[in-house]
T-cell receptor, first 111, second 117 residues
Framework: EADIYQTPRYLVIGTGKKITLECSQT?????MYWYQQDPGMELHLIHY???????EKGDLSSESTVSRIRTEHFPLTLESARPSHTSQYLC??????????FGQGTRLTVV | AQSVAQPEDQVNVAEGNPLTVKCTYS??????LFWYVQYPNRGLQFLLK??????LVKGSYGFEAEFNKSQTSFHLKKPSALVSDSALYFC???????????????FGTGTQLKVEL
């Protein structure tokens, strides 16, 4: 089992609310990633980090923001959620030549 | 730029028959290749990887994949499929040469495997 955790697993919120999706890993990995995935569909990289205080936007434009203040923690924030943000969000981490380890995902529904 | 292609959206196979899920890639340097599996409402689980060495890589749950440099392919295979293998499979590539912003993991679009009795 990979030691990477996402909370919450499921979240239903109203339009306009601010939300933060949590991602933590206990493996000491320097690289962390956020992917967005619609049901049964491809993954799109929206944010990544190569270390503390390092964050970059991914291949898919996203209204979300991320921070990396601690190695183990990589939260994703939506300042004002909209129905178009409804999706599954997957967090991953890796280090060196290892494969990426994924969390269980957060399924977000904005109503 | 690196890319991965999974040409089949869905693969159907009868239980007990061999299965193949196709993947081709494009990188500027040497590839670092992966296969992941995803069950409904779950994250991705690592199956196997190729870095260097033998072209035939063995992974979890009886899966294996064959690296073919001349065809730039990394097809996933299993000699005898199980109903429980039904899931979404992703191929991914990373360029071993690139560093910094280029050293990202790029995923294919996924292939839905359906194994029936």
């Amino acid at each position: 089992e990979a030691d990477i955790y996402q909370t919450p697993r499921y979240l239903v919120i109203g339009t306009g609310k601010k939300i933060t999706l949590e991602c933590s890993q206990t493996m000491g990995h320097d690289k962390m990633y956020w992917y967005q995935q619609d049901p049964g569909m491809e993954l799109h990289l929206i944010h990544y980090s190569y270390g503390v205080n390092s964050t970059e936007k991914g291949d898919l434009s996203s209204e979300s923001t991320v921070s990396r203040i601690r190695t183990e923690h990589f939260p994703l924030t939506l300042e004002s959620a909209r129905p178009s943000h409804t999706s599954q969000y997957l967090c991953a981490s890796r280090s060196g030549r290892t494969e990426a380890f994924f969390g269980q995902g957060t399924r977000l529904t904005v109503v | 730029a690196q890319s991965v292609a999974q040409p089949e959206d869905q693969v159907n196979v009868a239980e007990g028959n061999p299965l193949t899920v196709k993947c081709t890639y494009s990188v500027s340097g040497n590839p670092y290749l992966f296969w992941y599996v995803q069950y409904p409402n779950r994250g991705l689980q690592f199956l196997l990887k190729y870095i260097t060495g033998d072209n035939l890589v063995k992974g979890s749950y009886g899966f294996e994949a064959e690296f073919n440099k001349s065809q730039t392919s990394f097809h996933l295979k299993k000699p005898s499929a199980l109903v429980s293998d039904s899931a979404l499979y992703f191929c991914a590539v990373r360029d071993l040469i690139l560093t910094g912003g280029g050293n990202k993991l790029t995923f294919g679009t996924g292939t839905q495997l359906k194994v029936e009795l």
